[in-house]
């Protein structure tokens, strides 16, 4: 099993205590961060998000499977 980056960590536990709920809240933040002139923690947020929306779309593969 490969082992998990930091980010991939963080989206993880996001997921697990938000649901799919915190994917939009995460862009909405990345997209804030940049307006108001944080690019690199704007492109962090959008990394998150990334790890998250791949979390969430493996937590309902495995559902279909089931």
């Not at 996001?14 to 709920?21: D, L, N, S």
């Not at 997209?31 to 108001?36: D, M, N, Q, V």
């Not at 998150?48 to 593969?61: K, P, Q």
Request: proline share 2%; glycine share 4%; net charge neutral.
């Amino acid at each position: 099993m490969a082992r998990q980056t930091l980010t991939e960590t963080i989206a993880r536990s996001m997921v697990a205590k938000h649901g799919i709920a915190i994917i939009w809240r995460l862009h909405n933040d990345a997209a804030r961060l940049y307006r108001i002139g944080n690019p690199i923690a704007a492109a962090t947020f959008i990394e998150i998000t990334d790890a998250a929306e791949r979390e969430w779309l493996s937590r309902c593969e495995a559902v279909a499977h089931d």
